[in-house]
């Protein structure tokens, strides 16, 4: 929140006023489990809040914030994303449950402002630039509607626009730019940063303090880890000493938001502790090798990027540029470095430099990735902060794809060094060949031998190629993965709905599901 002209971290009170005294271990679960938690987990850091909603006790199909549904605090005790009260899917398609929870959201941030005294809110929103128009003109929509119904219920008077173009609503590849910028200090003069979370990362080129290129593409978090344990239960069971009846059903969504209770208790003790010990584990060896893959092949979009806006006059340094990476997905790149600690001095620093040099073709200068120190704080601080040394944070052209690898479009054929802009419905999409992809293994494995590091190693049997012939195993397995990709997120009909994603990195979301699937054994 922004108060005179200062971001500052949202206390998240207790509010509970008892009018008769309940024994702790009876009282604590019930509000749990049927009301507002007595105290929000952990208690040293609550925020940000899992999207977790519990309709436990309230009218099925009801509305009423509360009673109907709550902001759910899960714990690994007894939290069950299966149990049929438990929604884990809150995206927007999901609206009654999406509703509820961000009804239930505003209403215990009005609860503490009014506490505070506090008579008005302005609310500041982000979101991802993957966003279709659709998805933004409904997420600004139903923050206006919600807020008009609950400003007679609260006594508070809200400001929220309905205009997704306004200046209250901005991207988070903005947004956590303006936190390094300014939160931070760190200088933008040719940088970029990346809001890395759970589904989605937002990248932001800036050069001169003003912002060249903004995208939003969707491999995070759960591309990077999520999935390989999805597919590998046994993993968790094996190296977290969880039971595996708990994790061997769970599915997508309810998988996703079990393992984020797990890593939020868990994966700072089990870095420091564990992760130093499975060096030489071969489970460890193959995972470390799929989210480098996963790593190096986003850090190869970027000099993509670079190289190409280099070529269209709107880079001019030729060079490859430091990155600022936040978000909770920055924090995966701990479990790259054998010491479960990602630094400025570690090896993998010198990997994703050169794969960022391999990528856009400019010299490999060394240049460092700086980890945020505040992750998942960034996009909220830099939304309300007021002044700013950058410019173009409300540029509103038009910033279309770039694609990254060669596809067609209804027929009509790009290359990897062209935009991806969708004017008219889609009926045909492909990506007909693997030759940026292909390349970018290649230059995987030239990067493991040219930096010389210790604590990725390279695919078995894989002929340092990038021929598609030489390594047919792979890219056949690739093939059928992409095929079934592209059906699951049916990239065809009306152009307002499609959220677009850069062709290299749907090849590269391929590639990964059939490494994974083979680390699995489920091949």
């Not at 149990?83 to 961000?102: H, M, P, Q, V």
Request: glycine share 8%; hydrophobic share 40%.
């Amino acid at each position: 929140m922004s108060r005179a002209g200062s971001a500052e971290l949202l206390p998240l009170n207790n509010l509970l006023f008892k009018v008769t005294e309940g024994q702790l271990e009876t009282r604590f679960p019930a509000l749990f489990e049927y009301f507002i938690p007595e105290e929000f987990l952990p208690t040293e850091k609550p925020l940000p809040l899992s999207s977790v909603l519990t309709t436990r006790g309230g009218v099925r199909g009801g509305q009423n914030a509360i009673f109907d549904g709550r902001l759910y605090v899960p714990n690994l005790v007894r939290f069950d994303p299966k149990a049929e009260w438990i929604e884990t899917d809150l995206k927007w398609d999901n609206f009654k449950s999406n509703r509820l929870f961000l009804k239930n959201l505003i209403l215990h941030i009005s609860a503490i402002a009014i506490r505070q005294g506090i008579n008005q809110i302005h609310w500041m929103l982000s979101f991802p630039s993957a966003f279709s128009r659709n998805d933004r003109n409904a997420y600004a929509k139903a923050w206006n509607d919600l807020t008009e119904e609950l400003k007679g219920k609260t006594g508070i008077r809200y400001e929220c626009s309905s205009d997704p173009e306004s200046k209250y609503f901005r991207t988070e590849s903005l947004a956590i730019a303006q936190y390094f910028a300014d939160e931070e200090r760190h200088d933008l003069m040719y940088s970029t940063c990346i809001d890395m979370g759970g589904g989605t990362s937002d990248i932001s080129i800036w050069e001169s303090n003003r912002l060249i290129h903004q995208c939003s593409i969707q491999l995070a978090g759960r591309d990077l880890l999520s999935k390989f344990l999805e597919l590998n239960p046994k993993f968790i069971e094996q190296r977290f000493g969880r039971n595996l009846q708990e994790w061997q059903n769970l599915r997508d969504g309810a998988f996703h938001a079990k393992l984020d209770v797990l890593l939020r208790w868990q994966s700072e003790q089990w870095l420091k502790e564990v992760r130093p010990t499975l060096h030489q584990a071969e489970d460890m060896q193959g995972l470390t090798r799929l989210m480098a893959i996963g790593f190096g092949g986003l850090y190869y979009y970027v000099g993509i990027l670079l190289r190409v806006l280099n070529e269209e006059g709107k880079y001019k340094q030729e060079k490859i540029t430091p990155v600022y990476l936040g978000g909770n997905g920055s924090r995966l790149l701990h479990w790259l470095d054998p010491t479960g600690t990602f630094a400025l001095h570690s090896e993998v620093n010198d990997f994703l430099s050169r794969m960022l040099a391999c990528g856009s073709g400019f010299e490999d200068t060394g240049v460092p990735t700086r980890l945020s120190k505040k992750p998942k704080d960034e996009v909220a601080c830099g939304l309300v902060l007021d002044v700013s040394i950058l410019q173009g944070l409300n540029l509103k052209t038009k910033d279309p794809v770039i694609t990254g690898e060669n596809c067609e479009l209804n027929g009509i054929s790009l290359s990897w060094n062209q935009r991806l802009e969708i004017e008219e419905d889609v009926e045909n999409f492909r990506i007909p060949t693997f030759s940026c992809l292909a390349k970018f293994l290649h230059d995987f494995h030239y990067a493991l031998n040219a930096t010389g590091i210790e604590g990725i190693l390279p695919i078995k049997d894989f002929k340092r190629s990038a021929e598609l012939s030489d390594n047919r195993k792979i890219w056949e397995g690739t093939r059928r993965e992409l095929a079934q990709l592209l059906q699951s997120q049916n990239l065809q009909g009306n152009a307002s709905r499609i959220r677009i994603e850069p062709p290299f990195i749907l090849g590269l979301k391929a590639l990964l599901n059939y490494l994974g699937r083979e680390w699995a054994g489920r091949q």
